[in-house]
């Protein structure tokens, strides 16, 4: 079963523009809490679930959504949105990192299990390594999508890491998020590598050669550039159970959907007038503009205990 070298380039190119986006991100974060005046600045009753609330003492400039409502709380995207914000970012920080050392896991798995490509070392087109010829370029590529994708994946591991010390203890620990930043710029530079390499191979080299190598084309069958989780999709090599069944019934998806009494390529059909259930746009506003609760006394605790600032 080969791979869909379209959703692989596709998948490529995304996670290149997300890796140079990340650095950004990170480069920011190294900005604004690598300073040693930001912490002596920061009162101890301030934490990373109330700054910028009302009843909190005023750290930064607010920032409202629009000069026409002056009574708007500060919002912002990363702290100050309350406990249960706090909470849910501690759980994308969890998750995050589970997933990612999952990636370098897997990665590390599809450059040396012989069952997963073994694409690393590369070799040539006779499995030595004397002669580097193109077959021994493509195996290159291929080896070098799951070191780096095994590097990245151990990267954004730590960076979730470091973060989860400030959101799901909700204290302040400039230093993590210090570490945070600098180590989301290396996980990103990493990633410019790893999507790199694969974008070479998924929109390039793999379409354009004149031949493939044995080896090449075993990493191909294993998937081996969709399984080094290159941001492409890893898609099940089998069908899943009913779709055979489907299949030999109805010649298209739009057969499947006339048996159930829809007429999909009609312009007249009863589901193109289905209008989509989303909120208004006043409800929307209304919600950002909902006043905060004000805190009768700041409480002394973080979410999971302890106080608002780590200490060295």
Known sequence: LMPNLDALCAGSVSGLIQSLMDFSIGAELTASSCKKKLTDAMPRDVTPSNIGQAGTPEVFEHRRLGDEDSSAHARRLLFGGGRE??????????????????????????????????????????GGSVVKGRFYKQSEAFCAVSITGAIYGFLQAIKYIQMAFV??????????????????????????????????????????????????????????????????????????????????????????????????????SDLRSVEPLQPSAEHVLGLLREEAPTPAAPEPRGLLGGQHFCTN
């Open 85 to 126: 914000s706090t909470a849910t970012f501690c759980a994308v920080d969890v998750s995050s990192m589970a997933w990612y050392l999952a990636q370098a896991g897997i990665a590390i798995n599809t450059a040396a299990n012989q069952k997963a490509g073994a694409v690393c070392p590369p070799k040539n087109f006779w």
């Open 167 to 268: 959101q799901c203890s909700d204290t302040w620990s400039f230093a993590a998020m210090c570490g945070a930043g600098i180590d989301g710029m290396l996980a990103a530079m990493d990633g410019v590598a790893f999507a790199g390499s694969s974008m070479h191979l998924s929109c390039d080299e793999l379409r354009n050669a004149p031949a493939l190598a044995p080896r090449t084309q075993a990493a191909l069958v294993n998937n081996a550039l969709g399984n080094s989780g290159n941001f492409g999709r890893r898609l099940a090599t089998e069908a899943p159970e009913g779709v055979d069944d489907l299949q030999s019934r109805f010649a298209t998806p739009e057969d499947a959907w006339k048996s159930i009494g829809f007429d999909v390529s009609s312009p007249d």
